[in-house]
């Protein structure tokens, strides 16, 4: 049978509850309704988010330069300018400063964590 797409995305991080209200109060995102005991699941769309414990054996300080270089997690926000500027507001490292691409508004910011993320606007 073949793979069909992605279909669900998990963060590890070092502290569950640090990381998850770092997404529900900086990013907006809302908690899904059910998550499991080791993880946090918010309600996105199309494809469902979380961020989740270590998985036994995962060593996120040993990560170099940062957790998760070399994969590329873009997701999307309403108004990516707005954001932005809230985020840095706040102190949030801002990785690459906005640009407008053929992605609408793009920029990437450093999570808690180290991840990596970039924001986008066009649908």
Aim: aromatic content about 8%.
């Amino acid at each position: 049978m073949p793979v069909t797409g992605p279909d669900f995305l998990a963060l590890q991080v070092r502290d569950l509850d640090a990381a998850a209200d770092f997404y529900e109060k900086r990013l907006g995102l809302r908690r899904a309704p059910v998550s499991p005991p080791h993880a946090v699941v918010f309600a996105t769309t199309p494809i469902a988010f979380a961020v989740r414990e270590p998985q036994p054996g995962v060593d996120l300080d040993a990560a170099t330069p940062h957790p998760g270089t070399g994969v590329a997690l873009w997701l999307h926000a309403d108004d990516a300018q707005s954001l932005h500027d809230n985020l840095a507001a706040t102190g949030v490292p801002i990785v690459a400063a906005p640009i407008d691409g053929p992605f609408g508004r793009t920029f990437t910011f450093r999570d808690p964590d180290g991840y990596a993320i970039t924001i986008h606007d066009k649908a």
